[in-house]
């Protein structure tokens, strides 16, 4: 299943989800700032399991390039709380996107009708998309590709 690459320089969807820490992460905290928004779409997935600890492993390198991490999952705050403790503590917001609003501002497509596309959105300080990656079945390819895409267009900014 593709990603509506027609995204791509549009302006991020704004949002407002709850985090697993209890407090409303508000998108608009990180505008003018380089970010990634990612999706993933199972809380018990092995492969979005890998793609949250890629993350969480490279989440130096991304902060390092003034990159923030944000990571979505589908369902009930209580469900990606679940998930959250089998990755355990993460350097960045985990939030709920409990009735897939922002998953459809993004143009995430159901895979099989079920599961929202596991997919990351990188976003500059124009607060424009640049870049958006489907993660299939690599998280770590996946992880590895935007933080060379993020190293070239920030320039560790």
């Known amino acids: 299943m593709d990603l509506d690459q027609s995204i791509i320089g549009q302006f991020a969807p704004e949002f407002i989800l709850q985090s697993v820490d209890g407090s409303m992460f508000d998108s608009r905290s990180l505008q003018g700032k380089w970010r990634v928004v990612f999706f993933y779409s199972a809380n ?5 399991k890998r793609g949250c600890l890629t993350f ?6 991304f902060t390092s390039s003034g990159c923030s ?5 589908p369902g009930s705050i209580e469900k990606v709380k679940e998930f959250q403790s089998s990755v355990g503590n993460l350097p960045f917001p985990l939030l ?5 609003t922002v998953g459809k501002s ?4 159901l ?3 079920i599961f929202p596309t596991k997919s990351s959105f990188v976003i500059g300080p124009d607060d424009k998309i640049h870049f958006v990656y489907d993660w299939f079945f690599r998280p770590r390819n996946h992880v590895a590709k935007i933080l060379a895409e ?3 267009v920030s320039g560790g900014d």
């Open 44 to 48: 018990n997935s092995p492969v979005c």
């Open 56 to 61: 969480k492993e490279q989440h130096e390198l």
């Open 69 to 73: 991490i944000i990571g979505i999952g």
């Open 96 to 100: 709920a996107d409990t009735d897939r």
């Open 106 to 109: 993004y143009n995430i497509p």
């Open 111 to 113: 895979h099989l009708g």
């Open 150 to 152: 993020i190293s070239l």
